[in-house]
Protein backbone atom coordinates (compact mmCIF):
# COMPACT_ATOMS: atom_id res chain seq x y z
CA UNK A 1 0.00 0.00 0.00
CA UNK A 2 1.17 3.30 -0.64
CA UNK A 3 2.21 5.88 2.52
CA UNK A 4 -0.61 7.92 3.57
CA UNK A 5 0.64 11.67 3.12
CA UNK A 6 0.55 13.90 6.11
CA UNK A 7 2.19 17.44 6.16
CA UNK A 8 3.72 18.61 8.79
CA UNK A 9 2.52 20.38 11.36
CA UNK A 10 4.52 23.88 9.56
CA UNK A 11 3.23 23.11 6.39
CA UNK A 12 -0.70 23.00 7.81
CA UNK A 13 -2.10 26.67 6.12
CA UNK A 14 -5.30 28.50 6.70
CA UNK A 15 -6.55 28.55 3.36
CA UNK A 16 -5.90 24.91 3.07
CA UNK A 17 -7.64 23.85 6.63
CA UNK A 18 -10.45 26.09 5.62
CA UNK A 19 -11.00 24.58 1.77
CA UNK A 20 -10.86 20.93 4.30
CA UNK A 21 -13.86 22.29 5.89
CA UNK A 22 -15.55 23.73 3.73
CA UNK A 23 -17.71 20.74 2.84
CA UNK A 24 -21.04 19.96 4.92
CA UNK A 25 -20.21 16.18 5.34
CA UNK A 26 -15.98 16.82 5.70
CA UNK A 27 -17.72 19.14 8.65
CA UNK A 28 -19.19 16.43 10.17
CA UNK A 29 -16.77 14.04 9.55
CA UNK A 30 -14.22 15.98 11.77
CA UNK A 31 -17.22 16.93 14.57
CA UNK A 32 -18.02 13.01 15.08
CA UNK A 33 -14.35 12.16 15.26
CA UNK A 34 -13.71 14.96 17.82
CA UNK A 35 -16.29 13.84 19.84
CA UNK A 36 -15.05 10.70 20.36
CA UNK A 37 -11.65 9.63 22.76
CA UNK A 38 -10.54 6.94 20.33
CA UNK A 39 -9.44 7.00 16.82
CA UNK A 40 -12.33 5.87 14.72
CA UNK A 41 -12.77 4.07 11.18
CA UNK A 42 -13.72 5.64 8.15
CA UNK A 43 -17.00 4.10 8.39
CA UNK A 44 -17.44 4.40 11.56
CA UNK A 45 -16.86 8.39 11.00
CA UNK A 46 -19.41 8.29 7.97
CA UNK A 47 -21.63 11.17 8.34
CA UNK A 48 -24.52 9.38 7.09
CA UNK A 49 -24.52 5.32 6.33
CA UNK A 50 -25.06 4.87 2.71
CA UNK A 51 -22.59 6.91 1.68
CA UNK A 52 -20.08 5.35 -1.29
CA UNK A 53 -16.68 4.38 -0.08
CA UNK A 54 -15.18 5.98 -2.60
CA UNK A 55 -16.70 9.26 -1.46
CA UNK A 56 -15.99 8.27 1.93
CA UNK A 57 -12.07 7.65 1.27
CA UNK A 58 -12.56 10.92 -0.91
CA UNK A 59 -13.30 13.29 1.83
CA UNK A 60 -10.59 11.63 4.41
CA UNK A 61 -8.21 11.73 1.85
CA UNK A 62 -8.53 15.82 1.67
CA UNK A 63 -8.83 16.14 5.32
CA UNK A 64 -5.45 14.16 5.65
CA UNK A 65 -3.85 16.12 2.91
CA UNK A 66 -4.91 19.03 4.79
CA UNK A 67 -3.74 18.32 8.24
CA UNK A 68 -7.00 17.91 9.58
CA UNK A 69 -6.91 13.87 10.62
CA UNK A 70 -4.18 11.43 11.09
CA UNK A 71 -4.64 8.19 9.77
CA UNK A 72 -3.22 4.94 10.70
CA UNK A 73 -3.67 1.43 9.52
CA UNK A 74 -4.68 -1.08 11.84
CA UNK A 75 -4.98 -4.74 10.06
CA UNK A 76 -7.51 -3.84 7.23
CA UNK A 77 -8.84 -0.77 8.81
CA UNK A 78 -7.59 2.89 8.30
CA UNK A 79 -8.13 4.06 11.65
CA UNK A 80 -8.51 8.58 12.25
CA UNK A 81 -8.08 10.99 14.61
CA UNK A 82 -8.09 15.10 14.62
CA UNK A 83 -4.72 16.39 14.45
CA UNK A 84 -6.18 19.20 17.70
CA UNK A 85 -2.19 19.79 19.10
CA UNK A 86 -1.00 20.57 15.55
CA UNK A 87 -3.97 22.47 14.74
CA UNK A 88 -4.19 24.43 18.13
CA UNK A 89 -0.47 25.05 17.83
CA UNK A 90 -1.17 27.03 14.21
CA UNK A 91 -4.49 27.95 14.51
CA UNK A 92 -5.34 28.38 18.24
CA UNK A 93 -9.49 28.51 18.75
CA UNK A 94 -9.61 28.03 15.08
CA UNK A 95 -11.00 24.40 14.77
CA UNK A 96 -13.05 24.75 17.89
CA UNK A 97 -14.83 28.07 16.45
CA UNK A 98 -15.81 26.50 13.17
CA UNK A 99 -16.85 23.33 14.53
CA UNK A 100 -19.14 25.12 17.07
CA UNK A 101 -20.94 25.73 14.30
CA UNK A 102 -21.13 22.99 12.35
CA UNK A 103 -24.79 20.96 12.27
CA UNK B 1 -26.20 45.78 -16.28
CA UNK B 2 -27.14 42.39 -14.49
CA UNK B 3 -28.27 42.68 -10.66
CA UNK B 4 -25.42 40.99 -8.53
CA UNK B 5 -26.49 38.26 -6.33
CA UNK B 6 -26.13 38.55 -2.34
CA UNK B 7 -27.82 35.57 -0.57
CA UNK B 8 -29.75 36.74 2.44
CA UNK B 9 -28.53 36.56 5.84
CA UNK B 10 -30.14 33.54 7.01
CA UNK B 11 -28.77 31.89 3.76
CA UNK B 12 -25.31 32.69 4.72
CA UNK B 13 -23.51 29.09 5.40
CA UNK B 14 -20.91 27.86 7.21
CA UNK B 15 -19.31 25.68 4.19
CA UNK B 16 -20.37 28.29 1.84
CA UNK B 17 -18.16 31.06 4.12
CA UNK B 18 -15.30 28.62 4.28
CA UNK B 19 -15.45 27.93 0.86
CA UNK B 20 -14.85 31.50 0.04
CA UNK B 21 -12.20 32.20 2.62
CA UNK B 22 -10.70 29.36 1.51
CA UNK B 23 -8.06 31.16 -0.76
CA UNK B 24 -4.88 32.94 0.42
CA UNK B 25 -5.88 36.11 -2.13
CA UNK B 26 -9.45 35.94 -0.83
CA UNK B 27 -8.33 36.33 2.69
CA UNK B 28 -6.11 39.40 1.62
CA UNK B 29 -9.02 41.07 0.40
CA UNK B 30 -11.21 40.49 3.39
CA UNK B 31 -8.67 41.49 5.75
CA UNK B 32 -7.85 44.63 3.09
CA UNK B 33 -11.52 45.14 3.17
CA UNK B 34 -11.72 44.96 7.01
CA UNK B 35 -8.91 47.19 7.73
CA UNK B 36 -10.76 50.17 5.89
CA UNK B 37 -13.58 52.32 7.73
CA UNK B 38 -15.09 53.02 4.33
CA UNK B 39 -16.35 50.44 1.72
CA UNK B 40 -13.44 49.96 -1.18
CA UNK B 41 -13.31 49.71 -4.66
CA UNK B 42 -12.52 46.10 -6.39
CA UNK B 43 -8.80 47.99 -7.76
CA UNK B 44 -8.32 49.20 -4.34
CA UNK B 45 -8.49 45.69 -2.48
CA UNK B 46 -6.38 44.22 -4.86
CA UNK B 47 -4.27 41.79 -2.94
CA UNK B 48 -1.93 42.26 -5.43
CA UNK B 49 -1.27 45.36 -7.90
CA UNK B 50 -0.64 43.39 -11.46
CA UNK B 51 -3.87 41.38 -10.72
CA UNK B 52 -5.95 40.52 -13.66
CA UNK B 53 -8.74 42.51 -13.50
CA UNK B 54 -10.97 39.40 -14.38
CA UNK B 55 -9.13 37.09 -11.72
CA UNK B 56 -10.58 39.95 -9.37
CA UNK B 57 -14.04 40.10 -10.43
CA UNK B 58 -13.97 36.33 -9.88
CA UNK B 59 -12.71 36.80 -6.56
CA UNK B 60 -15.45 39.54 -5.18
CA UNK B 61 -18.21 37.45 -6.81
CA UNK B 62 -17.39 33.86 -5.28
CA UNK B 63 -16.98 36.28 -1.87
CA UNK B 64 -20.06 38.25 -3.11
CA UNK B 65 -22.22 34.80 -3.24
CA UNK B 66 -21.28 33.25 -0.14
CA UNK B 67 -22.40 36.59 1.71
CA UNK B 68 -18.62 37.62 2.65
CA UNK B 69 -19.42 41.32 1.11
CA UNK B 70 -21.76 43.64 -0.10
CA UNK B 71 -21.43 44.99 -3.45
CA UNK B 72 -22.75 48.75 -4.55
CA UNK B 73 -22.51 50.27 -7.91
CA UNK B 74 -21.37 53.69 -7.61
CA UNK B 75 -20.95 55.55 -11.06
CA UNK B 76 -18.92 52.95 -12.86
CA UNK B 77 -17.27 51.76 -9.59
CA UNK B 78 -18.35 48.97 -7.42
CA UNK B 79 -18.07 49.50 -3.85
CA UNK B 80 -17.34 46.79 -1.24
CA UNK B 81 -17.58 46.39 2.32
CA UNK B 82 -17.73 43.20 4.77
CA UNK B 83 -21.15 42.18 5.81
CA UNK B 84 -19.91 42.00 9.61
CA UNK B 85 -23.22 42.48 11.20
CA UNK B 86 -24.58 39.56 9.07
CA UNK B 87 -21.79 37.54 9.38
CA UNK B 88 -21.19 38.15 13.27
CA UNK B 89 -25.47 37.47 13.86
CA UNK B 90 -24.55 33.71 11.95
CA UNK B 91 -21.20 32.80 13.31
CA UNK B 92 -19.89 35.12 15.99
CA UNK B 93 -16.66 35.31 16.11
CA UNK B 94 -15.93 33.05 13.27
CA UNK B 95 -14.77 35.87 10.91
CA UNK B 96 -12.33 37.27 13.49
CA UNK B 97 -10.39 34.13 14.77
CA UNK B 98 -10.10 33.25 10.96
CA UNK B 99 -8.76 36.60 9.63
CA UNK B 100 -6.74 36.73 12.89
CA UNK B 101 -4.30 33.71 10.87
CA UNK B 102 -4.66 35.72 7.64
CA UNK B 103 -1.17 37.25 6.34
Redesign the interface.
Known amino acids: MAQLFHPSREDIT ?3 V ?2 A ?4 MR ?1 RIVKSLMQQNDCMSCTEAAPCPGMAKSTLSNHFRILREAGLIQTSKKGVEHRNVVREADLNAR ?1 P ?2 LK ?2 LG ?2 E
Open positions: LAGLALADPLFKLTIYA
